[in-house]
């Protein structure tokens, strides 16, 4: 019987459903595993399931010549080195779509609370702060009728782009290459420029994969082309964002705020965010659903048995 380890709690349903034909062990601690007690895990095993916190380096595989798949829950992947499992002749796998909808409404949560300063608020009311109502008192600003950038229109980006249309909200996007004019009308985007995209938007939404060549991709000079009244919205990847600088503009008021769920140095939070008013900060929750979780316990779970059937699986991520 094959056997697979599976590295962190996840949804019941993918133990159950592996464990009706293969050898499954699942990690039920609460903190995340070490190098070498991930190295210890997949000894003897035939597939990983492992976390998007977990860092799956050449040296974990190399540690175990029989490993067949990586399956990664998560739609991200930068976590593990696919060039030395494609060297080692491992598969790796994703988990796509299903965390579209719950990233995408986490997307518009966050623009919510940071242009509306809910948390702001909420912080007031607790600590007892309110006085009563005002007509000057704790103003924000509405979506209906502002300019929302997106930047990476894959499946997230345009699910934010169709949630946008019922705040009446006029989109423009930002990609690697251009949607058909067909594509372009039946989202109700215009294509433009990086430049334009950040000088033009009233928010500024990022919904890219990560890679190297991405690294600040949003640093210095992209957000000195932001308008002083634009807000950031980063639900995709921490490193895409040169933290430190973004922690000086907001500071210096060159763009009015930021919200964030994800962290350069995660789960670390560049020191000084979280002190500024102007900035909401979640703790990287963008598919934290239960149906969102759910469905990426069943895709992981069948990824796996297909590649130990001999399959291939729906969802193989490459390097390069």
Same mark, same amino acid.
């Given at each position: 019987?094959k ?13 159950? @459903? ?14 995340? *595993?070490? $190098?070498?007690?991930?190295?210890? &895990?997949? $000894? ?20 175990? =010549? ?26 790796? %796998?994703? %988990? ?10 986490? %997307? ?36 209906? +009728? $502002?300019? *929302? ?35 372009? @009308? ?14 033009? #938007? ?10 190297? #060549?991405? /690294?600040?991709y ?5 957000i +000195? ?6 807000? *950031?919205?980063?639900?995709?990847? +921490? =490193? ?16 009015? &705020? ?11 939070? %560049?020191?000084?965010l979280?002190?500024l ?6 703790? /990287? ?13 069943q ?10 059937? +001999?399959?291939?699986? @729906? ?6």
């Amino acid at each position: 019987m094959k056997k697979i380890f599976i590295t962190g709690m996840i949804p019941e349903i993918a133990y159950s @459903k592996l464990s009706e034909s293969y050898d499954v062990t699942m990690n039920r601690g609460e903190k995340p *595993l070490s $190098k070498d007690q991930i190295v210890e &895990g997949i $000894k003897d095993k035939d597939a990983l399931l492992c976390i998007l916190s977990d860092r799956i380096d050449r040296e974990i595989m190399e540690s175990n =010549p029989n490993l067949e798949i990586i399956a990664n829950y998560g739609a991200g992947f930068d976590n593990i080195d696919l060039m030395a499992a494609r060297e080692n002749s491992i598969l790796v %796998t994703n %988990t796509p779509l299903v965390s579209t909808v719950s990233t995408a409404e986490l %997307t518009f949560a966050l623009m919510l609370g940071i242009t509306r300063r809910i948390s702001e608020g909420e912080r007031l009311m607790r600590s007892g702060g309110f006085q009563g109502w005002a007509p000057m008192f704790h103003l924000g600003t509405q979506l209906e +009728g $502002k300019k *929302l950038g997106i930047i990476g229109m894959g499946n997230i980006g345009k699910k934010v782009a169709r949630i946008a249309k019922g705040f009446q909200m006029e989109v423009v996007y930002h990609n690697r290459s251009r949607m058909s004019e067909f594509e372009e @009308k039946e989202y109700s985007v215009q294509y433009r420029s990086l430049e334009d995209l950040l000088g033009e #938007s009233d928010i500024v939404t990022l919904h890219l994969s990560y890679h190297k #060549s991405l /690294h600040h991709y949003i640093g210095d000079r992209e957000i +000195g082309m932001m308008k002083d009244s634009a807000y *950031l919205i980063n639900a995709a990847r +921490g =490193p895409l964002v040169d933290e430190k600088t973004l922690l000086k503009a907001l500071v210096d008021k060159r763009i009015a &705020g930021a919200a964030l769920d994800v962290f350069e140095l995660e789960p670390e939070v %560049t020191e000084g965010l979280e002190k500024l008013d102007n900035v909401l900060i979640t703790p /990287h929750i963008g598919n934290a659903t239960i149906e969102a979780r759910t469905s990426m316990a069943q895709v992981a779970s069948e990824n796996i048995i297909d590649a130990l059937e +001999g399959k291939v699986p @729906k969802n193989i991520v490459r390097a390069g």
